[in-house]
């Protein structure tokens, strides 16, 4: 099992800037890949994006390309999510997870252990 803790979220005008991070612990060498996950009051659980450990291959969401950035620091076994010109709309609990598989895309179902999540709320 990989223990993850998520950090850096916060409150912040639209337009501002934000860096989240999430730690990985435990029995890190079994994932392959890294999530980024958002959810919204009443709403679903989102994918926001993901990166890959080895080769720093990173996907994102149509919603947050080219606004949001996701890297790595693999001798720290913790992953970064730059979020750059926030908007009200991106309000939601960011939790990260962790896949054994190449898989980055919005099936939860493919990542085997979560994070409890940190809050980003985006005042306009």
């Known amino acids: 099992q990989v223990q993850l803790v998520e950090s850096g979220g916060g409150l912040v005008q639209a337009g501002g800037s934000l860096r989240l991070s999430c730690a990985a612990s435990?029995?890190?060498?079994?994932?392959?890949?890294m999530g980024w996950f958002r959810q919204a009051p009443g709403k679903e659980r989102e994918f926001v994006g993901g990166?890959?450990?080895?080769?720093?291959?990173?996907y994102y969401a149509d919603s947050v390309k080219g606004r949001f950035t996701i890297s790595r620091d693999n001798a720290k076994n913790t992953i970064y999510l730059q979020m750059n010109s926030l908007k009200p709309e991106d309000t939601a609990l960011y939790y990260c997870a962790a896949g054994n598989a190449y898989y980055i895309g919005s099936d939860t179902k493919r990542f085997g252990s979560w994070g409890q999540g940190t809050q980003v709320t985006v005042s306009s």
């Open positions: 435990g029995r890190t060498f079994s994932s392959v890949v």
């Open positions: 990166i890959v450990w080895n080769s720093g291959y990173a």
